[in-house]
């Protein structure tokens, strides 16, 4: 990621999340900038600085052979999850990307899932890793996965 994404998701979020279908909208322009995590249709539900939670209905296209929900769909809950913490977390001249990503499958996940992720806030934009957690949770409140993930933070770059 060469440049801040952190001031346009908080301005977007804040803009639309209070309007009635307004997380609905945010999540679908969120698809709309990061084309593969908007095939998951899952939807933003809290985006705070150092937190983010996030509703993913099971459905046909996100299922796996066994009838519950894909372990790649999973993954890519867990990464959207603890992402949107941290980038909404960065100062306005902070970029991020992902440098390493593990994923703990504990059961079948049906259903409909809530991914969330707590993580510190950054103090600055100098390089540094941050390894955030992102619970995977089922209606039963159940954890049926943990993402783990690696994140870089540093300097916004020109482009």
Request: glycine content about 10%.
């Amino acid at each position: 990621m060469a440049h801040s994404v952190g001031p346009g998701l908080r301005t977007r979020w804040q803009a639309l999340s209070g309007l009635p279908g307004g997380k609905w909208l945010f999540s679908r322009v969120l698809g709309q900038v990061v084309p593969y995590t908007g095939t998951l249709g899952a939807r933003v539900e809290v985006l705070e600085p150092g937190h983010c939670v996030i509703r993913l209905r099971e459905r046909r296209c996100v299922r796996n052979h066994l009838h519950s929900v894909h372990a790649m769909a999973l993954a890519n809950l867990g990464e959207m999850a603890t992402g949107l913490a941290l980038m909404n977390s960065l100062p306005d001249n902070a970029r991020g990307i992902l440098v390493r990503f593990n994923m703990e499958y504990l059961k079948k996940a049906r259903g409909v899932l809530r991914a969330e992720c707590h993580c510190d806030i950054p103090a600055d934009n100098r390089e540094q890793d941050y390894e955030l957690t992102g619970e995977i949770r089922d209606a039963a409140d159940d954890v049926v996965a943990i993402a783990i993930a690696r994140w870089r933070i540093g300097p916004e770059q020109s482009s």
